[in-house]
T-cell receptor, first 115, second 113 residues
């Protein structure tokens, strides 16, 4: 009964390095969302993917950030040349699109700290 | 985006029923209302979702009046482990097809022994 899995749970990077965050959705879910949460804030939508397709990336910074959800394997959020402002908790959620309503199930998050 | 407003914090004693009300005055016809619970250092956990009237599951009840401009999450007989932040969200499917959830700051519920 595996839910959404994310790894690593904690990631420390120095400025300028790359961060790769992985998300394995609930088995059978084909939709993945990534959200970012700053301290004391609510989650903010970044990107929505279906298998092999980015559907909506309107919440993701245009530079340094990219996401993918390959046919096989987990979804990956990649942050290149990290800066201190990228320090946050990154959550992945998966769902089955039912049309009007949609229930998203969240993973435990990856806490990124940029030194 | 449909905005939600909910109290910043609430306190309750163990064993009491807690009602958290959320207002969403500009909710759209097709929007559903969803509540999540989040503990520190964890991801949000789905509690309940509804469109109108009343929805009940093993964890909570959700009351939605006819005008749908507000909703109330009801937690029966809370325990210390219910201390968490509770988010009220109104989902909105974007033109691109994504179902974006807009999280505010939520309601921080503190259950007191």
């Amino acid at each position: 009964n595996a839910g959404v899995m994310q790894n690593p749970r904690h990631l420390v990077r120095r400025r300028g390095q790359e961060a790769r965050l992985r998300c394995s959705p609930v088995k059978g879910h084909s939709h993945v969302y990534w959200y970012r949460q700053l301290p004391e804030e609510g989650l903010k939508f970044m990107v929505y993917l279906q298998k092999e397709n980015i559907i909506d990336e309107s919440g993701m910074p245009k530079e340094r950030f990219s996401a993918e959800f390959p046919k096989e394997g987990p979804s990956i959020l990649r942050i290149q040349q990290v800066v201190r402002g990228d320090s946050a908790a990154y959550f992945c959620a998966s769902s089955v699109n039912r049309g009007r309503e949609e229930t998203q199930y969240f993973g435990p998050g990856t806490r990124l700290l940029v030194l | 985006l449909a905005k939600t407003t909910q109290p910043i914090s609430m306190d309750s004693y163990e064993g009491q029923e807690v009602n958290i009300t959320c207002s969403h005055n500009n909710i759209a016809t097709n929007d559903y209302i969803t509540w999540y619970q989040q503990f520190p250092s964890q991801g949000p956990r789905f509690i309940i979702q509804g469109y109108k009237t009343k929805v009940t599951n093993e964890v909570a009840s959700l009351f939605i009046p006819a005008d749908r401009k507000s909703s109330t999450l009801s937690l029966p007989r809370v325990s210390l482990s219910d201390t968490a932040v509770y988010y009220c969200l109104v989902g909105e499917r974007s033109g691109a097809g994504s179902y974006q959830l807009t999280f505010g700051k939520g309601t921080k519920l503190s259950v007191i022994p």
